[in-house]
C-alpha cells in the first residue's frame, strides 16, 4: 500500500506500506530454493494445491499446455533468481496489479486524502495488454491491497478477473466488501479466489472507523457464502484483514467470533502503520502489555472456535532488571530479496515497481515501454544488482520485509523514531562496535566527534 500523491519521495512511511505483505503475503523470504518450481506455494498466502480450481487448470490439452509452460516459466525464474542473473529469460510467477485508484470510503486509518488521490484507471486495453505479456506466466495475482483503492470499483475488474481466470491465475482480492453485486462475488468463488476483507471491528465499532454500514458487510458475507456453499469444488477461500491498533484491540474477539459464524478460512490481523501524527500513539508498540493480552486471549478463543488466526508476534516487553548479564541479545540477521526476480507491482497509472514497499522506486511506465523492456531494462537490472549486496539501493537499504517479520510493530516504532539517515548511521556504527565489543574504539570515536565539535565551534563552522 502506498500513500497518494508522494510517488515521488522514498523511504519515508508515506511511501510504502505492504499491505498486501502484511495480509499473509508474507514469507517474502528469501530462501530462493522455495522459488517457483511450479507447484511450490510461492508463500503468498495463497493456499498451497493447483490453481483453486481455475478452469485453465482443469484436464484438458490447453490447460495442460498453459500449466506446463507456467510450470517452465517457475523453474527458470527460480534458477535465474539463485543466480541472481540480471537480465531474465523468464517472467516473475506473481504479481501485484492495481486496477484504480479510486475508492468509496473514506476509513480513518487509512491515509487516502480524496482531495489528492489521484483518478487514474487501468482501462480494458491496458489489462488486455498486460494480460497478454503476464497472465500465460503467472501463478499468482493480487488485485487491490497495493495501492489505496477499492478494487471492486475498477471498471476493468470482471474483464480482468476473466482473463486471469482463463489462463489459470491463481487471484486474490483485497476488499472493503462495501460494493455488493452478487455477480461479483459469484465471479470471485468462480475463480477459485481468496477474497480478503478489510474489517477492524464489528457494528458500530466497524461503522466509526469505516463509515459504512456494517449491514452492507454481513449481507456481503451472506453472498458468499451463498455462492460458495453453491460450488464448494471451485476452492474459494475468504480471509478477513484486521488492522490493530490501540481503540479497535477490544474488536479483535468480536471479529473472530464473526468469522466463525461465517466459516471464514483465516483472519489475519496487521499492524496500523500511523498516518497522521496525532495517530501516532495508536501504534500497539506504544501498548505493548495491552496487545500482548488481547493477542494472547484471542490466539484462545480462536483456537476454541475453531478460526485460523494469524498475528503478528508477541512485543518484547524489557526488564526491570538493572543489571544486564549474560549473552548479548541476537541482532536480526538480514535476509536476501528475491522479488525483482520473481514479483512486481504494477499500479493503475502504468508504473511497474518492484514491490508494494519499494513504490516509489518505478522501473518504467507501461504507457511509454514495454513490460519486457523494463523487465530487462537499466534500474531492473541495477536492483537486481544491488539489493541482495552490501549496498542496496533506495528504499531496500532499510527494508523492513528483509529483517524477516514484515509486521512487526517495533520496526515501525523504530522507523517513527528514527534519526534519518546520519542518524542511522551513527546507530549502526554504535550496534556494530558493541557486538564486537569495540566499546573501547566506540569512546574514542565519540569523544573524537566532540573534540571535532568544539573545533568546528571555535572557527565558527
Ligand atoms: C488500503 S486497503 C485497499 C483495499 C480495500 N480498499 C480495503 O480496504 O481492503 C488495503 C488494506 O490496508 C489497510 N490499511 C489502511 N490504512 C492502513 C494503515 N494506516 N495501516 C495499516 N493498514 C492500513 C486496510 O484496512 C486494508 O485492509
Ligand atoms: S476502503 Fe480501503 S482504500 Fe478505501 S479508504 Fe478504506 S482502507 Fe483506504
Ligand atoms: S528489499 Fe527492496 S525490493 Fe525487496 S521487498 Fe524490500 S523494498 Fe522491495
Known amino acids: 500500500m502506498r500513500g497518494n500523491g508522494d510517488r515521488g519521495e522514498g523511504g519515508h512511511p508515506g511511501d510504502g506500506w505492504d499491505l498486501s505483505a502484511a495480509h499473509g503475503e508474507g514469507d517474502f523470504s528469501a530462501d530462493v530454493s522455495t522459488l517457483g518450481g511450479g507447484a511450490v506455494d510461492a508463500g503468498d498466502g495463497f493456499a498451497a494445491g493447483e490453481g483453486g ?163 452492507r458487510i454481513e449481507r456481503f458475507m451472506e453472498v458468499f457464502q451463498t455462492a460458495r456453499r453453491a460450488s464448494p469444488s471451485k476452492g474459494a477461500r475468504l480471509m478477513l484483514g484486521f488492522t490493530a491498533f490501540a481503540s479497535n484491540l477490544s474488536q479483535l474477539d468480536p471479529v473472530i467470533e464473526f468469522a466463525a459464524r461465517y466459516e471464514v478460512d483465516r483472519v489475519h490481523v496487521q499492524h496500523l502503520m500511523p498516518v497522521h501524527s496525532n495517530q501516532r500513539f495508536q501504534l500497539l508498540a506504544y501498548h505493548r502489555l495491552a496487545a500482548n493480552e488481547a493477542f494472547d486471549r484471542a490466539r484462545r478463543l480462536a483456537a476454541a472456535l475453531d478460526v485460523v488466526l494469524e498475528l503478528p508476534p508477541l512485543f518484547p516487553l524489557g526488564s526491570m532488571e538493572k543489571a544486564v548479564e549474560g549473552p548479548r541479545p541476537e541482532h536480526r540477521s538480514i535476509q536476501a530479496c528475491y522479488y525483482p526476480w520473481s514479483r512486481v507491482n504494477i499500479l493503475e497509472n502504468g508504473d511497474v515497481v518492484p514491490c508494494c514497499i519499494a513504490n516509489t522506486m518505478i522501473m518504467g511506465n507501461l504507457h511509454e515501454r514495454s513490460f519486457e523492456e523494463i523487465w530487462n531494462g537499466r534500474p531492473y537490472q541495477r536492483l537486481r544488482a544491488t539489493v541482495n549486496s552490501a549496498r542496496p539501493i533506495g528504499v531496500c537499504a532499510n527494508c523492513s520485509m528483509r529483517s524477516g517479520n514484515e509486521n512487526d510493530s517495533d520496526a515501525l516504532l523504530n522507523l517513527l523514531e528514527s534519526p534519518g539517515v546520519p542518524g542511522l548511521f551513527k546507530q549502526r556504527v554504535k550496534e556494530f562496535l558493541m557486538r564486537h565489543h569495540r566499546e573501547d574504539l566506540l569512546k574514542r570515536l565519540i569523544a573524537g566527534r566532540s573534540r571535532m565539535g568544539r573545533l568546528r565551534a571555535r572557527v565558527g563552522l
Open 53 to 215: 480450481g481455475s478452469p485453465g487448470r482443469r484436464g484438458n490439452d490447453r490447460g495442460r499446455s498453459q500449466h506446463d509452460h507456467r510450470r517452465e516459466n517457475a523453474r527458470l525464474n527460480a534458477q535465474e533468481a539463485r543466480r541472481e542473473a540480471l537480465v531474465l529469460s523468464s517472467k516473475p510467477t506473481s504479481a501485484w496489479l492495481a486496477l484504480t485508484s479510486r475508492c468509496n470510503l473514506q476509513c480513518k486509518h487509512c491515509p487516502r486524502d480524496p482531495l489528492t488521490a489521484p483518478d487514474d484507471n487501468m482501462t480494458g486495453e491496458h489489462v488486455e495488454a498486460l494480460g497478454a505479456v503476464l497472465f500465460p506466466t503467472l501463478e499468482h495475482l493480487a488485485l487491490g491491497g497495493n495501492n489505496l483503492s477499492e478494487p471492486l470499483l475498477s471498471p476493468v475488474i470482471d474483464e480482468t478477473l476473466e482473463a486471469a481466470v482463463e489462463c489459470g491465475v491463481r487471484i486474490a482480492v483485497t476488499t472493503n466488501g462495501t460494493i455488493i453485486k452478487t455477480e461479483h462475488i459469484e465471479r470471485l468463488v468462480a475463480a477459485g479466489a481468496e477474497v480478503r476483507l478489510s474489517i477492524e471491528g464489528v457494528g458500530k465499532a466497524y461503522e466509526s472507523i469505516r463509515g459504512a454500514k456494517w449491514a
